[in-house]
């Protein structure tokens, strides 16, 4: 997801194909073509320009609504709801890492079979791809990504993933779970309670927030060819 405006100039964005098993846009204003994964213009005359992402949660219908009980759904188009069944039977499948990166896919990095989910994660210009099976076994990671520590925190019940730069009131701070769900942190420095929304919500920190980052989820050959210098989270050694 990210702020469709460029340039001072807000932008309206349809389908334009896919180049290198990477889906590609092209904005109406100008007729510029934007490739997915970067967020860069790679044609036209806003060519070279990059878009902002914008803060987004993935997350379960059940967990988004308990955040936002008053949040609007957007109506499905006549004959969606009948397709969601079998759209979410190929969300499962994709999830499952197996089969070949597409064939117009030039880049290959082996280090992760190409369909291997990751949520990416880029800080000061440093990147680390988190494979969404190690999340899943670890719940809680603690790293340091550009220079700055960083917490990574998987919730199982809703499969909601946040990352956050783990710093609060000048400290830095080390997190692990607090119960089974993940439904509550507590930090090693002060025995403070968090969400895993980055708010404190019990102990000296009361009331302290963490500066939230932005995890991109992509398939590995995806998320590789884009940032090729990526490290790989990897809890075992």
């Known amino acids: 997801m990210f702020r469709a405006d460029a340039k001072g100039k807000a932008l309206h964005f349809d389908n334009a194909g896919v180049v290198g098993g990477n889906e590609v846009f092209k904005d109406r204003e100008t007729g510029s073509r934007w490739q997915q994964s970067s967020l860069e213009a790679i044609e036209g005359p806003m060519k070279g320009t990059h878009l902002e992402l914008y803060p987004f949660l993935l997350t379960s219908w059940e967990e988004w609504h308990r955040l936002h009980p008053t949040t609007l759904v957007l109506k499905p188009l006549p004959g969606y709801a009948d397709r969601i069944a079998e759209k ?29 989910m990751v949520l990416g994660l880029d800080v000061a210009g440093e990147s680390m791809a988190f494979p969404r099976n190690a999340l899943q076994q670890m719940k809680v990671v603690n790293e340091t990504l550009g220079g700055q520590p960083v917490v990574v925190v998987h919730q199982p019940p809703s499969d909601t993933t946040t990352a956050f730069a783990a710093r609060a009131r000048g400290r830095t701070l080390t997190f692990k779970a607090a119960n089974a769900n993940v439904s509550e942190l507590a930090d090693e420095e002060t025995g403070s309670r968090w969400s895993p929304y980055g708010d404190c919500i019990a102990g000296p920190l009361k009331g302290a927030t963490l500066e939230p980052l932005i995890l991109e989820p992509e398939y590995w050959f995806a998320w590789s060819e884009f940032h090729r210098d990526t490290k790989i989270y990897a809890p075992w050694p």
């Not at 969300?91 to 369909?115: C, M, N, W």
């Open 88 to 116: 979410n039977r190929e969300i499962s499948q994709a999830f499952s890492g197996e089969g070949a990166a597409p064939s117009d896919v030039t880049y290959h990095d082996d280090r992760l079979k190409p369909k291997t």
